[in-house]
Structure formats: C-alpha cells, structure tokens
C-alpha cells in the first residue's frame, strides 16, 4: 500500500512514519505540511491511503477533503483532541487514531483497511470514469460520510453545488452537477433533465408522462421527470 | 465583554438591595417622625389644662410642623452625608462630625419653628418661662434626636456595608474554584496538551536531551496550572516562567513558523497577576496567529509599569474583523478563556482593571490587560 501523511507537524509525521516501519506492506510514497502540498502530492503519487490530520492551519484535514476530485483515497484521520471530529468519526464509522498514536490501534486500522482493499478493484486499472465502488466524500454541518456512488440514488443541482441522495441523508457536494456528469459511469447513472442525475439501479417503476415524457419513480419515494427528448435517450439506452 | 452570570447575578442582586433600601428609607422616616408627633400629640391631649394660652388645635399644627421640619431637614441630611463620603469614615472622624451637624441642624430647626410660630404667627409666649430658656432647651432636644437619627443611620450602614463585603468574598471564592476546576479543562487546551505528548515521543528518538527538557516543562505548565487556581494572584515573574515552558513547547510543535519576541521591563516582574491571565492570552494569540496561518509568525509579550498599574500586552498576527473568536464561538475555548479571565479580573481589581482585544500594528491583533497595582506597589 502507497500511503501519504499530512500533518502540520514535521515531529507528528515522523512519528506516524517510525511507527508505519513495522508494517512492511505500508509504504510511506510522501509527505506533506499543509493542503496545497497534499493536493500536488496526491496528484503526483495518487496513494491508496492517507493519514489525515483534520487540524491544520488554513485549510483543515476536512476541508482538503470536501475539494479533493473523487475517487479519494482510503483516509485515516489523526487527530490530537477534538471531541467534534471523534464523535462525527464515530457516528460515521470512519478510521480515525488519536495522538500520540498507539501501535495496536494503529494495526487494528491497517487489518481493517486491507479486508476492504481485497474487495476493490485495484487502483491501476481504474478507468477514467469513476466505478460503483468509488467514494465520495461529502460533509454537512457535524457530520460526514464517505459514500460508494452506487448507494447514491440521485444528484440534484443547486447552483455550483450538488445536493446527493442516499440513505435518509441529502447533503451538498462541494462540486457542480456538470462535473459530476463527466465523472459518473453512464452505465450506470443517467441525466434525467437539467437539474437531476439518477442512478438507473435505484429506478423502482416508470410511468408515461404529458407529451411523451417519463416519470421515473426512484426507491425512496423521489420522483423525476424526463421530457421527450430525454425519454427518447433513456429508452434507447435502456433498451440495449 | 459580555459580563459573565456571575457578574449579572451580583448586578441585579445590588439593584435588589438599593430597592430595599429606600424601602426601609421610606418605613423608618414615616414610622419615626410619625412616631415623634403621635407621642407628642398623646402627651398634649392628655395633660394639657385648659387655662394655658392658645388651644389644642393650635399646639397640635405647631407639632406637625415642627415634626415636618424635622422629617425635611433628616431627609436634605441623608444626600448630604453621601456626597461628604461620611460613610466611609472611622468612627474617630465620624463622631464630632456627628455632634457638630446635629447641632447646626437642631439650632437651625429650633430657629425656623420658633421664629415662625413668635416671629410670623406671633403666637402667645409662655407665662413661666422666658423665650430664650424655651429655645435652648428645645435645640438641646432637637439635638439629642438628631443624635439618635444618625446613629440608627450610620449603624444600618455599618451592618449594609459588611454584609455586602461578605457578598463579594464569596463570590469571588466561588469564582476561584470554578476557575480551578476549569484549570486544566480549559485554560490549557487539551488538544496543545496531546499534540505535544505526540511530538515528545518523535522527540525521544530524534532528540533526546530536548525531550527531557520537554518533559519538564510540560510538568511545569500542568503544575502550575493546577496549583495557581487556589490563588488570586501571583508574582508576575512566575506567571512568565511558565508562559515561557509553554512557548518552547508549541516550539517544539511549530518549530520556525513560531518567533517570539519578549519586552518584558525588569520592574515588572515583581507585580502581582492573577494566575493564568498572561497564560490566557499568550495561548489565544498562538491559537489565532500561529496554528491557523500556515505561514506562521510572530508573538510579543510586552509588560510595563504605567501610571499605577501594570500593562501587559500580546499580539500575534492577524485581523479582527475575521477573528474566529467571534465567528466561531462553539469551538473556541479560548474565547471563553478570555472572558473567563475579564470576569475573574474585574472582580479581583474591580472596573480599573480590563482586558480587550483590539486592533494593532496593520496585521496585527493586541490584547492587552491592565492591572492596577495594590496599594503596596503603587
């Protein structure tokens, strides 16, 4: 595993690296002090894992996140003291270890991250389009998720934003309904109309619409419309 | 700053007490000066005779006007005795202030009853006795009672003021406990104290001799912030060397992104603080100026010794129209922290002491305190 380690602290990402040497399957590919390396270094090294710390000056461990293009890597969270952070970690089943850093927690996150590994396809061959099993990161107010677009049922804009749909959560992503169109497997998802993405594995029923359109209800009670034009797409596609 | 519940609290029990106050201002001067004429009346109703020269109705309204003077007279005294600030007084000044003014008031109230009641209304004088007896016989009585008023005046003044002054001892002790059971809750951070354990144990590999020394001054820093909360003040020069260990280590933590300038004048070091303050503001200043700018920068700590009090000063870089002091007051505990440290200074130095923060060199923030200096210092 490649894995990079943000840390405002030279001493902490030291620390975190001598502990790493007793993981042979760990390699450490880089480092970096504050966000604006983190992006080139995860542009340069594209890591299978990142050790975040979500305190640092500027932009914080979290922001770095929301602004990263998806997929983003498998993260694991450090942080000092942050009753905040933890029970959001918490809440959210996310990997986070508290400094200083103990070695049998920190065994405990690597087993755990190779069970999910072994799962996923490998990041070599990784199309340029992003696949079912890839992860967003998005965050609302206290709370944050990590969530694989194939549990997404439905993307609505909302201006340069992005409102996602899954589970009982609907919160923002910090990117617009356009770029997320380029990004998204159109195997799987589909532009039902300006405004809305759908993913054609949570579609429920379809009913014919007013002057040809469709209305397309979705598992979880939402309901979008096509105009003629996009039903005449959708049944193609739908067809093949 | 925003006083805090304990400042309010005190606020509006003082509003409490001076309503009651002029309650019972009003109740002793209606029952007394009622109480005065009522006895009087009794005494002429029952054991006048008949043969004396003006009649019961004239002797009763020369009662209520002599006890309406009286009641008048007390009433223009009570202002007065404030704004001489006789309630401050030892008893050796107060008593021949005491005689002299019960004896000006009584001579002067003598003089406007009698010189109305012969003078003006040119009522009948006594058959028995001469005028000029009546009269120093009357303002020897006026004199006594007047005694009387300003001794049951200055007595519930004594009694107010103690328990007043027990009102604010303990509330200042409460107020010492809180802020020793808020010691190391708050006022050192426990994210500063993780984050250096962290760094302590890279440390122990790196640097091994800095580690050791790191070790002791976060003893220091703990010890001390755990210990000064019993006390209300400390010598400047403790308080410093403390501020000094916690600043090597955020050192350690930040290493060059973090400079220090100290302006510290010799005289000062000797002063009394309160524990914890500069600690306070020093830990507020790396927060906002250091751990927030990737950049980093610089704080001064500056003391002087200005015009009876002490004034201490920190800036850091930064601005206060973005200062997350205010934008961000659930995640801040350092701007409680602050106004922990205002409240706890006003109720040990009273309003001559403040803390603020306000806008510095361009691109920088200050906050300053200022403390004035006891008695034994000034």
């Not at chain 2, 007390?74 to 600030?85: A, C, E, N, S, V």
């Not at chain 2, 010691?183 to 580690?211: C, G, M, T, W, Y």
Request: charged share 20%; net charge neutral; aromatic share 8%.
């Amino acid at each position: 595993m490649k894995a990079l380690l943000i840390d405002d602290e030279r001493l902490a990402r030291n620390e975190l690296r001598r502990l790493l040497a007793a993981f042979p399957d760990v390699v450490v590919a880089g480092e970096a002090a504050n966000a604006k390396q983190a992006r080139e270094q995860l542009a340069a090294l594209s890591p299978d894992l990142i050790f975040l710390d979500v305190q640092m000056p500027g932009e914080t461990g979290l922001d770095l996140l929301e602004s990263l293009e998806p997929p983003v890597p498998h993260v694991i969270f450090t942080t000092a003291y942050d009753e905040f952070a933890v029970k959001a970690f918490e809440l959210n089943a996310l990997d986070y270890l508290l400094k200083p850093v103990d070695p049998a927690r920190l065994a405990g996150a690597l087993d755990r991250l190779r069970s999910k590994l072994g799962t996923a396809p490998a990041p070599a061959e990784r199309p340029a389009k992003l696949a079912a099993e890839d992860k967003v990161f998005v965050r609302e107010g206290d709370r944050c998720w990590f969530v694989e677009l194939k549990s997404i049922r439905l993307l609505e804009s909302e201006g340069n934003y992005t409102r996602v749909h899954f589970d009982s959560a609907q919160p923002q992503l910090f990117r617009s309904l356009n770029a997320m169109e380029e990004r998204l497997d159109p195997k799987y998802f589909f532009r039902a109309n300006r405004r809305q993405i759908i993913n054609l594995a949570w579609i429920d029923k379809i009913e014919p619409w007013f002057s040809g359109g469709l209305l397309v209800h979705l598992k979880g009670g939402a309901k979008v419309e096509l105009s003629r034009r996009q039903a005449q797409e959708f049944r193609e596609k739908m067809s093949l | 700053m925003e006083p805090g519940p304990l400042t309010s609290v005190l606020l509006d029990d003082t509003v409490r007490r001076e309503r009651a106050k002029a309650r019972l201002y009003v109740l002793c001067q209606a029952g007394g000066w009622g109480f005065f004429l009522g006895f009087q009346a009794a005494i002429v109703l029952l054991f006048s005779h008949n043969d004396e020269p003006r009649d019961k109705t004239t002797t009763l309204s020369t009662l209520v006007m002599v006890s309406a003077m009286g009641l008048l007279l007390t009433h223009y005294l009570r202002p007065l005795i404030g704004r001489w600030g006789w309630k401050q007084l030892g008893w050796r000044a107060l008593v021949p202030r005491v005689l002299i003014t019960s004896a000006v008031i009584s001579l002067l109230w003598s003089t406007l009853g009698y010189g109305y009641s012969y003078g003006i209304l040119r009522l009948p004088g006594s058959p028995t006795y001469s005028l000029a007896l009546l009269f120093t016989l009357s303002s020897i009585d006026g004199m006594i009672l007047l005694i009387g008023w300003l001794c049951l005046y200055f007595f519930y003044h004594l009694f107010d003021s103690f328990n007043r002054l027990q009102i604010q001892q303990l509330s200042l002790a409460t107020h010492a406990k809180e802020a020793e059971l808020r010691a190391l809750k708050s006022q050192v951070n426990p994210h500063f104290i993780f984050n250096s354990l962290n760094s302590l144990r890279a440390l122990i590999e790196e640097d091994p001799a800095r580690a050791r020394q790191a070790v002791t001054q976060l003893a220091n820093l703990l010890r001390y912030s755990l210990q000064s909360g019993q006390l209300e003040t400390v010598p400047f020069e403790d308080e410093l060397r403390v501020v000094n260990d916690y600043l090597a280590l955020e050192q350690v933590r930040h290493e060059e992104r973090l400079r220090l300038r100290l302006d510290v004048a010799p005289e000062t070091l000797q002063l009394p603080i309160p524990p914890m303050l500069l600690q306070t503001l020093v830990e507020n200043a790396v927060k906002y100026g250091i751990s927030m700018r990737p950049e980093g920068g610089e704080i001064a700590i500056i003391a002087r010794r200005e015009n009876g009090s002490l004034r201490l000063q920190v800036t850091n870089p930064g601005a206060l129209e973005t200062d997350p002091v205010r934008l961000n007051p659930a995640g801040g505990s350092t701007g409680l922290g602050l106004a922990n440290a205002a409240n706890r200074l006003r109720l040990l130095f009273g309003d001559q002491a403040t803390l603020r923060l306000r806008p510095g060199l361009p691109g920088n923030v200050v906050a300053e305190a200022i403390i004035p200096l006891p008695v034994s210092h000034a």
